[in-house]
Structure formats: structure tokens, C-alpha cells
């Protein structure tokens, strides 16, 4: 395993959760990094990714709120989510970014649920 995601669980609207995604074999965290969501019924949206450099990218839905940050001793990439929303609920994955989505290497996703 490549990337492993955790910290997803059940949160209050209005609460916080951090993400984390320890990277390994191949993948330098300091390559272009993203954390991606799919809802149920909706497809994969990208949230928060590293773009070039230490240059940062938020969806709108979430800028503000959400914060993405890396370790590169732990080799270890976050995301910090505040004012959580129901509509945040969904399962996130991290990825190594490729030129395209299609080329991207995935974690395993960590299920967020935000009860109303």
C-alpha cells in the first residue's frame, strides 16, 4: 500500500476532523498531492491538492474551511477540516496526483459522515 488514508468518523455539523495519508514505496509527498471526495450518488470531486511547489488549490465548497498540509519527514499528507457540513459527508481519498485524474495513484478512501 502506497498511500494510506485515516482519521475519517462522525462528526457534528459545526466539528473538526484531520485526515492523514502516510505515503510510501515510490511516493514523495513533496510530488503533487490532493485529497479528493465522492458522495453517494455523485462522482469524485477534487477538495484540496499541492500544485506546484508549495502552491496550494481549495474547491470553492470548501475554502475556508478546509486546510491542506504535509510532513515531509513523515512523509505524511493532511487535511484539516473545520465547520464541517453535512454536505461534506462522503469518502476521501488522497491521491498522488497524475497529468490526469486517470493517471493518479489512490489510497484507500476514509469515510467522513456529518450528522445534522
Known amino acids: 500500500v502506497q498511500l494510506q488514508a485515516s482519521g475519517g468518523g462522525l462528526v457534528q455539523a459545526g466539528g473538526s476532523l484531520r485526515l492523514s495519508c502516510a505515503a510510501s514505496?515510490?511516493?514523495?509527498?513533496?510530488?503533487?498531492m490532493g485529497w479528493y471526495r465522492q458522495a453517494p450518488g455523485k462522482q469524485r470531486e477534487l477538495v484540496a491538492s499541492?500544485?506546484?511547489?508549495?502552491?496550494?488549490n481549495y474547491a470553492g465548497s470548501v475554502s475556508g474551511r478546509f486546510t491542506i498540509s504535509r510532513d515531509t519527514a513523515k512523509n505524511t499528507v493532511y487535511l484539516q477540516m473545520n465547520s464541517l457540513k453535512p454536505e461534506d459527508t462522503a469518502v476521501y481519498y488522497c491521491?498522488?496526483?497524475?497529468?490526469?485524474?486517470?493517471?493518479?495513484?489512490w489510497g484507500q478512501g476514509t469515510l467522513v459522515t456529518v450528522s445534522s
Open positions: 514505496g515510490s511516493i514523495d509527498v513533496r510530488d503533487r
Open positions: 499541492f500544485t506546484s511547489g508549495d502552491r496550494t
Open positions: 491521491a498522488r496526483m497524475g497529468l490526469s485524474p486517470k493517471y493518479n495513484i
